[in-house]
T-cell receptor, first 113, second 112 residues
Framework: QQQVKQSPQSLIVQKGGIPIINCAYE??????FPWYQQFPGKGPALLIA?????SEKKEGRFTISFNKSAKQFSLHIMDSQPGDSATYFC????????????FGTGTRLQVTL | ETGVTQSPTHLIKTRGQQVTLRCSSQ?????VSWYQQALGQGPQFIFQ???????GRGNFPPRFSGLQFPNYSSELNVNALELDDSALYLC???????????FGPGTRLTVL
């Protein structure tokens, strides 16, 4: 059973564009939602994370939007750069278990010049 | 401060063999989690160790087992390897099970 559904599977945007990656979860006990960035041959690296008590969080060019009633959250990358080309994973976990993550299937982002 | 390290980087085994993967956690971290990442998929939680005790397990059979040592480094053992065990195995460490975790580069296991 896939508890975190992620879309799209792949995404191509031009430099400066704003790619948006969406995730939906099923388990209402989830209350920690991080996004990870993974480059080929590397492990995932934490980008930004949100808890359900806020609807939006920004860190640099990365923004998470969170809709608790719809059980959805999304990642926006402002002013995207070719160096942002990577695979992005959303994830979710329950309170007190932030390191037992359930991941989405990933979105391969390509930012072109 | 050193990050999470894993060894070996790559490994090739044949079906039915056994394998041991190793992980050194980030300095000060007492919790280690292991994940399996099949090609084109997100990581799947295998299990977690906290202060040398198993602290949660995902949907993996008993032939996947682990250890955590007093220095908080960890091993993942897989017995009776199957072709579907071919994947990137990721180790992640955190201060506690409630904290953000940091991933190592992974071990690429190929089962022939």
């Amino acid at each position: 059973q896939q508890q975190v559904k992620q879309s799209p599977q792949s995404l191509i945007v031009q430099k400066g564009g704003i790619p948006i990656i969406n995730c939906a979860y099923e388990n209402t006990a989830f209350d920690y939602f991080p996004w990870y960035q993974q480059f080929p041959g590397k492990g995932p690296a934490l980008l930004i994370a949100i808890r359900p008590d806020v609807s939006e969080k920004k860190e640099g060019r990365f923004t998470i939007s969170f809709n608790k009633s719809a059980k959805q959250f999304s990642l926006h990358i402002m002013d995207s750069q070719p160096g942002d080309s990577a695979t992005y994973f959303c994830a979710a976990s329950r309170s007190g278990t932030a390191s037992k993550l359930t991941f989405g299937t990933g979105t391969r982002l390509q930012v072109t010049l | 401060e050193t990050g999470v390290t894993q060894s070996p980087t790559h490994l090739i085994k044949t079906r039915g063999q056994q394998v041991t993967l190793r992980c050194s956690s980030q300095s000060g971290h007492n919790t280690v989690s292991w994940y399996q990442q099949a090609l084109g998929q997100g990581p799947q939680f295998i299990f977690q160790y906290y202060r040398e005790e198993e602290n949660g397990r995902g949907n993996f059979p008993p032939r996947f087992s682990g250890l955590q040592f007093p220095n908080y480094s960890s091993e993942l053992n897989v017995n009776a390897l199957e072709l579907d065990d071919s994947a990137l195995y990721l180790c992640a460490s955190s201060f506690t099970s409630a904290d953000t975790q940091y991933f190592g580069p992974g071990t690429r296991l190929t089962v022939l």
